[in-house]
């Protein structure tokens, strides 16, 4: 008899998690496995399989709260799963959290981005986040745990059963992908982002390295593929610079992988990740990196191997990263090299089978 395992999460598409969702669920033995996603928006940037069933929800505006919650309640109990997992957002999952606790089902809380411990318009949604921790039987998270740094979410931990599955990757259709080694050649240096604008990315650390590089005397286009609540900030900051000759923004593109064949090389300047896909993404298609010495990034990166790794929310030394890279084309190809061989570690295949495991385990 097959296990039915429902999904919540509020939508298919634009997101690390999202993405897993679908690669996981169109790659898993559907024939030990029954699949049910609840979102409230089905688009999805990559075809689900159609033995994949979805239930649309309305989630209705902040004064309908209540009333979506019973929804969300009612339909879980109606569903009668085996095992619930729960992705995001908290309005969404928390109100299945409390009835499969009800019905004594077994319940997987994805822990995808750090916790914020920090004042902010977040606050709220990362302490209920912790509720639906507690409430869990297991917690996946798809960084290494426990967290270094002391927080709530390291003392449930220790009281839980916890596990970290990497994301995986679509190796096979990447390849597809894989642009040719483009050495320094004639300026400028391509330096490409791809994310969220927001804070936590540090996308203005990277503009001020840009102007850092320039003002040593090296031409440089940035593209930055992304959209989020500090791109106005961050285009005042170009203007301010006088980088508006040199760095574009895009806006979020599903191809920016396509966008970036002629680029040189892929930055990432967060202070805080889960894992980042963007990096495995851009080291797939043939695209060196260079991003920041976190926990969470040199875990599966050597700076100096397949990556570059330098402080976080350091502009200076991320403009003598760029530097060497530009000075170095030796060391680019080094990077690029052993890159490629550090993404057949995350295949969706690896991933799958991890969950597979996790599903059939007695809880």
């Given at each position: 008899m097959?296990k039915?395992?429902v999904h919540y999460?509020?939508k298919?598409?634009?997101?690390?998690?999202q993405?897993?969702l679908?690669?996981?669920c169109?790659q898993?033995d559907?024939?030990?496995?029954?699949?049910?996603?609840?979102?409230w928006?089905k688009?999805?940037?990559?075809p689900?399989?159609d033995?994949i069933?979805i239930?649309?929800?309305?989630?209705?505006?902040?004064?309908?709260l209540?009333?979506?919650?019973?929804e969300?309640?009612?339909?879980?109990?109606?569903?009668?799963?085996?095992?619930?997992?729960?992705?995001?957002?908290?309005?969404?999952?928390l109100p299945?959290?409390?009835a499969a606790?009800h019905?004594?089902?077994?319940i997987?809380s994805?822990?995808?981005?750090?916790p914020?411990?920090?004042?902010g318009k977040l606050?709220?949604?990362d302490?209920?986040k912790?509720?639906?921790?507690?409430?869990?039987t297991?917690?996946?998270?798809?960084?290494?745990?426990p967290?270094k740094?002391?927080s709530?979410f390291?003392?449930?931990?220790?009281?839980?059963?916890?596990?970290?599955?990497?994301?995986?990757?679509?190796?096979?259709?990447?390849?597809s992908?894989?642009?040719?080694?483009?050495?320094?050649?004639?300026?400028?240096?391509?330096?490409?982002?791809?994310?969220?604008l927001?804070?936590q990315?540090n996308?203005?650390?990277?503009i001020?390295?840009?102007k850092?590089?320039?003002d040593?005397?090296?031409?440089?286009?940035?593209k930055i593929?992304?959209?989020g609540?500090?791109e106005?900030?961050?285009?005042?900051l170009c203007k301010?610079l006088?980088?508006?000759?040199?760095?574009?923004?895009?806006?979020?593109?599903d191809?920016?992988?396509e966008?970036?064949?002629?680029s040189?090389?892929?930055?990432?300047p967060?202070n805080?990740?889960?894992?980042p896909?963007?990096?495995?993404?851009?080291i797939?298609?043939g695209?060196?990196?260079?991003?920041t010495?976190i926990e969470?990034i040199n875990?599966?990166?050597?700076?100096?191997?397949?990556?570059?790794?330098?402080?976080?929310?350091d502009a200076?030394?991320?403009?003598?990263a760029i530097?060497?890279?530009?000075n170095?084309?030796?060391?680019?190809?080094?990077?690029?090299?052993n890159?490629?061989?550090?993404?057949q570690?995350?295949t969706?295949k690896?991933?799958?089978?991890?969950?597979?495991m996790?599903y059939d385990?007695?809880?």
């Open positions: 097959k039915k395992i999460i509020a298919l598409k634009d997101g690390g998690a993405t897993q679908v690669l996981l169109n898993i559907r024939s030990k496995y029954e699949i049910v996603i609840v979102c928006d688009e999805t940037s990559i689900l399989s033995d069933k239930i649309l929800v309305s989630r209705g505006g902040i004064y309908s209540i009333s979506f919650f019973k969300i309640y009612k339909l879980t109990l109606e569903l009668k799963p085996d095992i619930v997992q729960l992705w995001m957002p908290e309005v969404l999952t299945a959290a409390f606790k019905m004594g089902i077994p997987i994805c822990e995808r981005r750090l914020i411990n920090t004042l606050w709220l949604r302490r209920i912790y509720l639906i921790h507690c409430i869990s297991v917690i996946v998270a798809n960084f290494p745990l967290i740094r002391k709530i390291n003392v449930i931990l220790k009281h839980k059963r916890n596990q970290t599955i990497y994301n995986g990757l679509d190796i096979d259709g990447l390849k992908l894989r642009r040719p080694f483009i050495a320094k050649g004639s300026a400028p240096f391509k330096l490409v982002y791809s994310g969220r927001v804070s990315k996308v203005d650390v990277l001020r390295a840009c850092g590089v320039i040593h005397g090296i031409e440089i286009e940035l593929f992304g959209n609540d500090d106005r900030d961050l285009i005042a301010q006088e980088l508006d000759n040199y760095v574009k923004f895009l806006g979020y593109q191809n920016w992988k966008l970036s064949a002629d040189h090389c892929f930055v990432l967060s805080r990740e889960g894992m896909n963007v990096l495995f993404e851009a797939a298609i695209l060196p990196i260079i991003s010495n969470e875990c599966h990166f050597t700076s100096g191997y397949d990556a570059l790794l330098v402080a976080p929310n200076q030394s991320l403009t003598e530097r060497m890279l530009v170095a084309p030796e060391l680019l190809s080094v990077i690029r090299s890159g490629l061989k550090t993404a570690k995350y969706v690896a991933m799958t089978f991890s969950y597979e996790l385990q007695k809880h």
